[in-house]
């Protein structure tokens, strides 16, 4: 399963890389037809896991990793240092009372308000914060790939259509926004964009970790 879900992921990026879109995330394609692959077949997820485990445990060194380009801009980063957290910490503030505003006018009980409030930061982060304050970390983190997900495919249409091409700009929308499936994305870009998206995605998970638990406090 490890090796069909690598092959699947390679053939989408090369029809991507060919066709130039943002809906045809790699990512997302994957996931699609290997649940397609699943379900027709009536292979049990613990069955999948067996091989799949193994890329499941390279997403932490992977989030790692995006440490080096950003180690590579550190200049940029320090110079643009008081934006950049501005940024992050009214991202996460509009985001947090957005969602929660949402979520009661909807109807939902604490448990799936407390499920959806990390959606924008990385999986890894998102499921322990979930978990902390009382979600669901399964559930939270499907919405943390949803999220990731928007951005990464109704990000580069927003930034076109409002004209955004400031490096850090761009950089912070998909690092605060959809994490590191919008990182992955920036990465498209150039070098210099990923990484401030790396920043984004690091720096608003740190944040998110003391503000979530703040607001779930203030609020109930």
């Known amino acids: 399963m490890c090796l069909l879900t690598v092959g699947v992921f390679f053939a989408t990026r090369k029809f991507a890389?060919?066709?130039?879109?943002?809906?045809?995330?790699?990512?997302?394609?994957?996931?699609?037809?290997?649940?397609?692959?699943?379900?027709?077949?009536?292979i049990p997820y613990e069955t999948y896991m067996v091989g799949g485990e193994w890329l499941h445990e390279l997403l932490g060194p992977t989030v790692v990793s995006l440490a080096f380009p950003l180690y590579k801009y550190k200049k940029l980063l320090l110079k643009y240092l008081q934006p950049v957290l501005i940024s992050i910490f009214l991202a996460i503030t509009l985001?947090?009372?957005?969602?929660?505003?949402?979520?009661?006018?909807?109807?939902?009980?604490?448990?799936?308000?407390?499920?959806?409030?990390p959606k924008s930061i990385t999986t890894a982060v998102a499921v322990q914060i979930a978990g902390q304050i009382g979600g669901i970390p399964s559930l939270t983190a499907v919405f943390?790939?949803?999220?990731?997900?928007?951005?990464?495919?109704?990000?580069?249409y927003l930034l076109k259509f409002f004209k955004f091409e400031n490096t850090i700009a761009c950089g912070m929308a998909f690092g605060n926004a959809?994490?590191?499936?919008?990182?992955?994305?920036?990465?498209?870009?150039?070098?210099?964009?990923?990484s401030i998206s790396s920043a984004g995605m690091i720096l608003s998970a740190i944040f998110s970790?003391?503000?979530?638990?703040?607001?779930?406090?203030?609020?109930f």
């Open 209 to 219: 970790s003391f503000l979530i638990p703040f607001l779930v406090w203030i609020l």
């Open 178 to 194: 959809s994490h590191a499936i919008g990182t992955t994305k920036a990465f498209e870009y150039n070098l210099e964009i990923g």
């Open 17 to 42: 890389v060919m066709y130039k879109s943002p809906i045809l995330n790699p990512t997302l394609i994957t996931t699609i037809i290997i649940i397609m692959i699943l379900v027709s077949l009536n």
């Open 144 to 156: 943390v790939m949803l999220a990731g997900f928007t951005g990464a495919i109704i990000g580069p």
């Open 95 to 117: 985001n947090l009372i957005t969602v929660y505003l949402i979520l009661i006018f909807l109807g939902y009980n604490k448990e799936m308000i407390f499920t959806v409030l």
